[in-house]
């Protein structure tokens, strides 16, 4: 297609004296017209008549500023299908010299209001356009070009977006510069359909509403009970209209509410569906329609007022027995007579359910509603819909229901894009594109409790919050889902955390010894999440720790949780001998209100942290298959069939299966690398764990027992913590060489591993210290040495102890492990 | 410059005129919605306010109250309702008025300098004696 573009046309001409009279000029304008006539009538009134030319003047200036608000302010585009200046918008079109190269339309685009729309929502600022931009005038045409083919009709107009599309387009490594945005090039088309949907809902909000004026209710009754227990959202709506976009789904359960109503069948609807869903929008959007006196309605609808009871202010007017039910009987009896009322029961569960803030109405609501005379409109979530047909099936039968899906990404964009218009204006921030993604991104992922487009919505509104400079950028966001949910969802950026990535190894090490392999997999795996590398729709790591008691298997996950993810507490941990029942999955998916402790309920509260399930040979097949989603897909649906992410978290299981086997091999001599894979082999030939269930995971890692030495670093790990205990008290304690190998042998125990070692050392260390702070020997400042001999005594003396216990048949360690 | 009169003068006696037009068809139809003249005259004779409307049943008497308090209803009804559609008729005819005269008064506008200068050569200026 060939493009023309001719600088001398009217249109052009016209477009440039309109920028020119704009601003300053059109009030000097007023201006002059207002003095011409003062000064005309102040001479004719002393009777000189020049004063009648003066005030005629006038008429010029005036006619020049009706000219520039009818036509030269946006003069109209013309129908062309090559023309650049008839379609071209009149103030990017006012601003291009003779012979426009890119840069000159990047420019010109740039000053214009709807180029800035791209500056702040996209963050294509003018310089980037222009430096994106080539400076010769031959290679305008293929700008121009691009540019004609996205306008819809021949009659539309070449828009500042189109162009910004079109010179972004031209630019040979557009998307590596766009993806520096986080944005790609369909994007600049969404922002182009945003900035004309905004245009179109400013058009139609700025046209007065006709409503059907003030004796619109005259053949209508008196509502005094509806007007003391509900809202006249019909009479709100009158003030203001909404924002609302034209969702698919909504028309269609706008398009089924007003069938419903019109035809003589029952007059009810029930709209059902997930919170957050929309149901009490449309109802809204539903009386704004009944409102318009232009809108095409059956004449039997046309200004219905929808009234919505409110459950709450009916139940405090009336607590005695029998009270509400008289009183609801009335409020249905007068919007029966009224003749003009639509009742909406919002949240009607309120209505047929016992509870706090509910009273079960069923007995009176039912013979109603199957009567189908009173128009109803309830609203229901899908749950709780299902539960009360369960209990009361003529109600559910009586009803037409309505089912309202959760939106799409590109429909809860656009919701998005339509309402932040009113949190912008009542927060005084302005929101970017990317933010609006990002918000369905990680609304998706992190909030349960709500459906899609509330979700998202939710977040939206509360990254307003954390805006920087007045602009909600996808930061704000990822700022705003950290700080309420505990989760780092940003790449890892600022120094400290960088470094703290880098040395993991490091800082796991300072609390844990040995088991190199294990440290590194798990810190690569972290490093990989925070980078921004790893596959977002799993964990962010899933291991298996193989191995024998006591060596530290359980320790990495508390090392990990306490160094990275912010503390101890940010361990999930399950006990999987706790479920060695088929029965007890329901106890690992149950929901939060009913147990606090399930994994899904703890998961909910926070997701970023380290699962760690103990034991898992032990749990039960069916309860191993239910963790195969979340190992999987980072997915568990609780038993509300609520999506759970862990997508978020680090899932380690522990096991000790084969262990006598590990140590054979260590014993004869193999190293961990020799024997890994076949050792996992003979567990998958043994049955202890399924193939599958195996595969689920990252890395399966086998930990080796602890030899002397990393014991010798295991006692002294242990008197740091005794210390760390002590430093309140300004006490030191110091083990001698010579009772820290005494403390390995007595507390080295091949089939426990380093247990033991603690409760030696709680024998040894911390009962010889209490005795020193009593007698009064360890005052603050002081240290305590513990030598090769305390040891002895002490360890004699509970060998004696253990001794006389074991006559008389008790064992101080089953005790222990009481 | 005389290339921009002509446009001037050709939105003025084209688009423009038709925008005050428009404006005022729009104003009107906002003045016969705010005035309900439609929806009054259509019910016209419906009980006004719903009182006394409805059906009653019982002995024949009370039947004949009813209806004489519909008839009641009815009229009080129809004489609220006539006085508002009389104003919304007053109000339009003379909101009609002043948008013909504005329009025919946008007719000569443009030409206001020229009469104004005839007027100044006539010398006339009122007098306020």
Known sequence: MEVKFDYKSPRAAKSRLGRHISGLNEWLLILVAVLLLVAGACLVLVAVPTGWLLMSLAAWPFMAVQWYRGELRDVPAEQSENQVDAVLESSVLARLPKQPSPVDIARAVMQSRHGLFFAVRFGITPNFLEQISSPEQSDATPVWQTAMVLRDKDSDELTAGMLVYALVKQFPEHDALLAHNHLELTDIKNGIDWQNHLAALVRTHSRKLRTGGIGRDWSFGYTPLLTRFGQNISQQLAGGGLLNVDLDSHTEALDQLIDTFSNDGRQNAVLVGTMGVGKTTIVHAFAERLLDASSKLPGNLKFRQVIMLDSASLISAAPGRGELEELIMRIFGEAYAAKNIILCLDDAQLFFEEGVGSVDLGNVLVPIIEAGRLRLILTMDEQRFLQIGQRNAPLVNALNRINIQPASKEDTIRVMQDQLLHTEFRRKVTYTYQSLSEAYRLSERYIHDLAMPGRALKLLESAASYSENGLVTMNSVQNAIEQTMGVKVANASEGDEREKLLNLEALIHERMINQTRAVGVVSDALRRARAGVRNQDRPIGTFLFLGPTGVGKTELAKALADVYFGGEDRIIRLDMNEYVRSEDVSRLIADGADDPASLTAQAMKQPFSVVLLDEIEKAHPSVLTTLLQMLDEGILRDVKNREVSFRDAIVIATSNAGANRIREYIERGYQLEQFEEKFVDELINSNEFRPEFLNRFDEIVVFRPLEKPELLQVVDLMIAGVNKTLALQKITVEVESGAKELLVEKGYDPRLGARPMRRVIQRVVENNVAKAILAGVAQAGSTITISASQVEEAMSKAEQVSAIEKESGYDSSDAAKR | ?129
């Open chain 2, 1 to 129: 410059m005389s290339m921009v009169i002509v446009w001037a003068l050709s939105w003025w006696y084209g688009a423009g005129w038709k925008s005050v037009l428009l404006g005022l068809k729009e104003r009107l139809a906002l003045s016969y919605d705010y005035f309900s003249i439609g929806l009054l005259a259509s019910t016209l004779f419906a009980p006004f306010r719903q009182i006394s409307a409805g059906r009653v049943q019982g002995p024949i008497g009370i039947q004949i109250r009813a209806a004489v308090d519909k008839l009641i209803s009815r009229i009080i009804g129809a004489i609220v309702r006539l006085i508002l559609i009389f104003v919304g008729a007053v109000w339009l005819f003379v909101q009609s008025l002043i948008g013909v005269l504005v329009l025919v008064a946008w007719a000569f506008l443009p030409i206001l300098p020229v009469i104004g200068f005839i007027v100044m050569l006539s010398g006339w200026v009122p007098t306020w004696r």
